[in-house]
């Protein structure tokens, strides 16, 4: 059966009930919609944070993506199920899927075979409308920058350095580059523009960094929109008395949002910022809320260690004083062939040679979580049914020799009862090891080093560089912000910038082409390459796979 099937004939349980029977969470402390999905109150969230226990964290991340699949969120869910079934009371904290993958190229973002959160197309669709409240929060700081210089820019806005674009959550490259104000003075000032993926906007960074309503709202006044025309001096959302407002848009969606796996467990799904454009976790309210109902909690970054987990240490862990105590690398035998170099149609043959070649991308992101984290590591192999016990073999021989556990999980199949061994060799590092996080750079290094320190140490390059035009940025942002940490936008594809760099490159050139400060999330994003803010559909986008009968059962989607 395909993912849908298997979802949907899934044996949920009421999510009010199941939340109660599970962590002890009173029934009026949900708001449900429907029966199988509902937010936590924040006063509940806020009771909880008084208390002094904590469980413990664990990470999942993965070596770099590739179209052979390599199964993040079905390992979060599978550990999390097999860590269950030994007792273990455990939440798994996930990320909301994104509008525009779903559609575009890449599926929905629920897990996948018998290890998924349900329900299904609710959570790939709309969920509980955060991305939709999100979405509209941002949009209404753009309309009032564009309002308020219409009507006599009484703040100075230089139309020309204005920095807040729009942002919509469907890929849409036809959207990148606009031009708004057309049709003559009572429409506006003439001014160009553009929009970025709702993934990619600094709301959902905020929304996701922030810590309570209060934060939130002083979070979203400090964002800056642009400046004035002396080219210098900031204009903040606050100027334009958008904050208040803005944070009221977002009253619900700041809330957690609970579901439940296949196997009656509870998943804490909230909060969706993609990690080659933006930091690539799920929120710190889940996290900290996850951490206090249950013993273990075990979250996800997106894509490879060289970005999510990277983020997850230098800006969620850093802001949000989070200490992971194991980090899951989740490797397909068919994902390390295609780094390999052997071609998508030929990756169910065994081939070891190209194995070996390929291994050389999970030992580097191996090194990255042990060495430049600081923490302890297991390898899972995500099992597929073409892999063959010779290749499984090769990759457990090749990790023991770097001193990490590699198991062979066959959670897509079986559910938590395939994940065991995982979760056992998880539990015997958390319960008996004390992680030591390690920042990749001080908070007092400078902007341009740090930005040197991450493609240097985690990307094997060379160096970077950038024009005379973005180093005049760096050096500008410097002199008030440079105390932030960097937010790498880089192709989630190759350790470099140019994605069809498979495996393991060393000595390449990093180019940062610009800087982005964001400054209520508590970042500056460094754009390297041509890496895009607003993503493009393929040829053939998932959308045209996608359908719905008369009696409202959806297809297609994945």
């Not at 993926?197 to 929304?207: P, T």
């Not at 390690?438 to 560089?465: C, N, Q, R, V």
């Not at 559909?537 to 959806?554: C, H, M, R």
Request: glycine share 8%.
């Amino acid at each position: 059966m395909s993912d849908i099937e298997i979802a949907q004939k899934a044996k949920m349980k009421p999510i009010i009930r199941l939340a109660e029977e599970m962590f002890g969470i009173p029934a009026e402390e949900l708001d449900p919609y429907g029966h199988y999905k509902a937010k936590l109150s924040l006063d509940y969230v806020d009771s909880l944070s008084h208390q002094k226990a904590e469980g413990k964290l664990i990470l999942v991340t993965a070596i770099s993506p590739t179209p052979a699949g390599e199964g993040k969120t079905t390992t979060t869910v599978g550990l999390g199920d097999a860590m269950n079934r030994l007792g273990k009371k455990t939440i798994m904290c996930l990320r909301e899927p994104s509008l525009g993958p779903c559609f575009g190229m890449k599926g929905g973002a629920a897990g996948g075979g018998y290890s998924q959160v349900v329900p299904m197309e609710d959570i790939n669709l709309h969920f509980t409308g955060d991305f939709h409240a999100i979405g509209v929060a941002h949009n209404l700081l753009s309309a009032l920058i564009d309002n308020h210089i219409h009507h006599g820019n009484a703040l100075g806005i230089d139309p020309r350095r204005i920095k807040w674009k729009r942002v919509v959550d469907m890929n849409d490259r036809a959207l990148r580059n606009i031009t708004v104000g057309q049709g003559g003075p009572a429409n506006g000032y003439l001014r160009e523009d553009g929009y970025d993926i709702v993934v990619a906007s600094e709301v959902m960074a905020i929304l996701c960094l922030a810590t309570n309503r209060a934060d939130l709202k002083e979070r979203l006044g400090r964002i800056v929109i642009g400046y004035k025309t002396d080219r210098v001096t900031p204009i903040y959302a606050k100027d334009l008395k958008a904050d208040g407002a803005m944070a009221a848009l977002l009253k619900d969606a700041i809330k957690p949002n609970i579901v439940q796996t296949l196997e009656n467990n509870i998943a804490i799904v909230h909060g969706g910022p993609f990690a080659n454009i933006a930091h690539g976790c799920n929120s710190v309210t889940a996290t900290k809320t996850a951490l206090k109902l249950a013993d273990y909690t075990i979250t996800e970054a997106g894509f490879g260690a060289d970005l999510g987990a990277e983020k997850f240490v230098n800006i969620k862990c850093r802001s949000a004083n989070l200490k992971p105590s194991a980090v899951v690398i989740v490797a397909t035998v068919r994902a390390l062939k295609f780094h390999g170099g052997v071609e998508r149609d030929h990756l169910n043959q065994e081939n070891l040679s190209a194995l070996e070649i390929g291994f050389a991308n999970l030992e580097r992101h191996v090194h990255n979580v042990t060495v430049n984290y600081g923490l302890p590591a297991v390898v899972c192999i995500n099992h597929f049914t073409y892999d063959s016990d010779d290749e499984t073999d090769l990759l457990i021989q090749k990790c023991e020799a770097l001193g990490v556990k590699c198991v062979v999980s066959k959670h897509w199949a079986e559910g938590g009862a395939g994940a065991e061994d995982l979760a056992k060799a998880v539990l015997d590092i958390v319960d008996h090891r004390e992680a030591k996080l390690e920042f990749m750079y001080p908070d007092s290094l400078p902007l341009w080093d740090k930005i040197e320190m991450i493609a240097t140490k985690l990307y094997g390059a060379k160096t970077i560089s950038a024009s005379a035009k973005v180093k005049a940025e760096i050096e500008r942002l410097q002199e008030k912000y440079g105390e932030l940490p960097i937010c790498m936008a880089k192709t989630q594809m190759s350790f470099s910038t140019d994605p069809s760099l498979k495996g393991a490159p060393l000595d390449h050139t990093v180019e940062i082409s610009a800087v982005k400060l964001e400054n209520g999330a508590g970042f500056i994003v460094a754009i390297a390459g041509d890496m895009m803010t607003m993503p493009g559909l393929p040829k053939v986008p998932t959308a045209e796979k996608i359908d719905i009968d008369d009696n409202g059962v959806i297809t297609g989607l994945f």
